[in-house]
């Protein structure tokens, strides 16, 4: 076998690629690690962690607007750079932990950008180093879109760093992040304009419940226009101006784009060693996470597949067992649930009812609309929904779908029944903790 300085060589250190590294290196593999940015990738800096942060941040304006009905008298003003600085703190602690953790792993952390120099070598800084293996784990880049005047726009990163917040904010896009930040600066008193070239928002979720928030972003004071494109983007003396597809100029101190975010391949030397990209530029790979080349390998959003921080661990989970170690258990990409944290939040897990027409002979549909019980001494006009998708044939639970709050925490717990094979029966026969939003799911008729 030939000699090399490693046995895995990682490429990013995000919440994949310190999994797989961790893991690889506690079952005995030779380890390094290369990150030329902050440990924890997208997640832990422009992502899941600042923006729930954000979210109870700005959730205080509506939790203190409910607070009258119960009785308290609510005087109170909000500092942007209080929360900014506090969650940039936050952020700086979770980044010593992740070092902290890769260290006492025994993996060496290299502070720089490699490229990949052939099948089995990467340089980083004029230093080349040689791996039997080599893990890309780089995630993904915001994107913006090739529009006149694009350079004026912010993309979702620099939402986390902002010195102010500003009167009017023009955001592009209408999935997990666009709503989320939407929401955000929503809730601080930011008047949102949000721009969505579709016909309704998060494309891919249930029908029903991406209609019920959109209603319900728009009763908070968002604006929301379909089916419209931003054509060009012009600086003024004061602010900026979005000239838009249905004949429209917007004025706005700050346009932001949400539109998504690609693979982030480019300067890795990638397609020069022969690694096969798709069609969105992200790393072909099979279900070991193996690449075109057989030393090659990549996991998480680099591979344009399912972009959520718990699949991208499990995916480094995956890989360093199947490798370095015996267990070789298999992802299943069908029961994964997901939240989008905008206000009010939403989470779902399995099939929408559109999917299910698709892949069932029949389907039982049982959905309610009701006030949560917390609104009740509230002036805020809230509804939440919950849905079930049944397979008729065999009464298998195949979706569950929640928009409200405590959606996320719900449908958590929801997913682990759809895992066993939960069947509408056993909803029907558990008994509700009442009075709670959850008991909906185990009342549906």
Known sequence: MAEYDYDLFVVGAGSGGVRAARVASELGARVAIAEMDRLGGTCVNVGCIPKKLFVYGSHFSYDLEDARGYGWSTESSFDWATLRANKDREIERLNGIY????????????????????????????????????????????VAPDIP????????????????????????????????????LCALGVNVTLVHRGDEILRGFDRDLACHLHDELEAKGMHILLETRVEELRKTDTAFEARLSNGEVIATDLPMFAIG????????GL??????????????????FTSSVPSIHAVGDVTD?????????AEGMHFAHHFYGEDDHRIDYMTIP???????ELATVGLTEAEAWHRCQDVRVY????????????????????????????????????????????????????????????FDATIGIHPTSAEEFVSLY
């Open 338 to 344: 997901t939240a989008v944290f905008c206000q009010p």
């Open 261 to 268: 975010r690609e693979p982030n391949v480019e300067g890795l």
């Open 149 to 184: 005047g694009s350079e004026h726009a912010l993309t979702s990163n620099a939402a986390f760093t902002l010195d102010e917040l500003p009167r009017r904010m023009l955001v592009v896009g209408a999935g997990y992040i666009a709503l989320e930040l939407g929401s955000v």
């Open 271 to 288: 397609e020069d060693v022969g690694v096969e990209l798709g069609r969105h530029r992200g790393i072909v790979v099979d279900d070991d």
């Open 367 to 426: 959905k309610s609309v009701f006030t949560p019980l917390k609104l009740a001494l509230s002036d805020r006009n809230e509804h939440t929904i919950v849905k079930l998708v049944v397979d008729a044939s065999n009464d298998r639970v195949v979706g569950c779908h929640m928009a409200g709050h405590g959606a996320a925490e719900i449908i958590q717990g929801l997913a682990i029944a759809m895992k066993a094979g939960a069947t509408k029966a056993h």
């Open 99 to 142: 070092q902290a953790l890769l260290e006492g792993a025994g993996v060496d952390l290299l502070k720089g950008r490699a490229r990949l120099v052939d099948a089995h070598a990467v340089e980083m800084d004029g230093t080349r180093r040689t791996a039997e293996r080599i893990l890309i784990a780089t995630g993904g880049t915001a």
């Open 305 to 313: 597949h399912i972009q959520l921080t718990p699949v991208a661990i």
